[in-house]
């Protein structure tokens, strides 16, 4: 079973390569950004206290993303044929808080793919789809703020994977074609065996 964590800076192409790996491997989508988004839309509590973070471009509190992923991963555990999860973990306390919830229920991480994009193009992309995607945070400002929140906060949560030799470095630059490419050869690949 494979159980994914899509990685990367925003404007990587995560949602967009999440979209296409759910439909070959047949995975459930987690995706904490789309989930505080529903939040906001349906106008609920949670959501109005998400939204003054994410429209500073800054991380929602650890506690809120935290629980909104283990009741997601409790409901659908049995059903799933695996998850890839997708803007999550974005800090070390997401990523010892998943890990915990995924020994409990016996279900382990099999990969994080880190999807590595410079920022120019970062910055290109998202304003590219501001134009158009209606995201309140697609703005140049809070573009800036995101990148270097994840700079600060988020970048180091690789080092927690790469300790399990999970990670896998994808160039992020290319064909979306070319780039899903990469990344099923990544999860197709043979295991080898060490030592
Ligand atoms: P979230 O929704 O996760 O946004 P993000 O990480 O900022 O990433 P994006 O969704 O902007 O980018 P993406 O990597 O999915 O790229 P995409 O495929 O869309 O989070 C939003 C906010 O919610 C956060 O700022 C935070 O406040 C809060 N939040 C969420 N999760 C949290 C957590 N765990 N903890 C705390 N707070 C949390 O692609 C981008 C664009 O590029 C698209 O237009 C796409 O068409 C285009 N594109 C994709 N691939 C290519 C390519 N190969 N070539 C050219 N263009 C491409
Ligand atoms: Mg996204």
């Given at each position: 079973m494979l159980n994914i964590i899509l990685f990367g800076?925003?404007?990587?192409?995560k949602g967009t390569q999440s979209e296409r790996l759910i439909k070959r491997y047949g995975l459930v989508h987690l995706s904490t950004g789309d989930l505080l988004r529903a939040q906001i839309a349906q106008h609920t509590v949670l959501g109005a206290e998400a939204k003054k973070y994410m429209d500073a471009g800054q991380l929602v509190p650890d506690e809120v993303v935290i629980g909104m992923i283990e009741h997601r991963v409790r409901d659908e555990q049995h059903t799933a044929g695996g998850f890839i999860f997708d803007?999550?973990?974005?800090t070390v306390a997401q990523a010892e808080a998943l890990d915990k919830l995924m020994e409990r229920l016996h279900i382990p991480i099999t990969h994080m793919i880190s999807l590595e994009v410079p920022k120019d193009e970062l910055i290109r992309r998202l304003l590219n789809r501001g134009e158009t995607s209606g995201r309140t945070d697609d703005s140049e400002e809070v573009i800036v703020k995101r990148i270097t929140e994840y700079e600060l906060k988020t970048r180091i949560v690789a080092d927690f994977y790469q300790r399990y030799n999970k990670l896998r470095a994808v160039?992020?630059?290319?064909t979306m074609d070319e780039i899903f490419d990469r990344i099923t050869s990544h999860l197709e690949a043979v295991p080898t065996t060490q030592g």
């Open positions: 800076p925003p404007g990587a192409g803007g999550f973990p974005r160039n992020g630059i290319g």
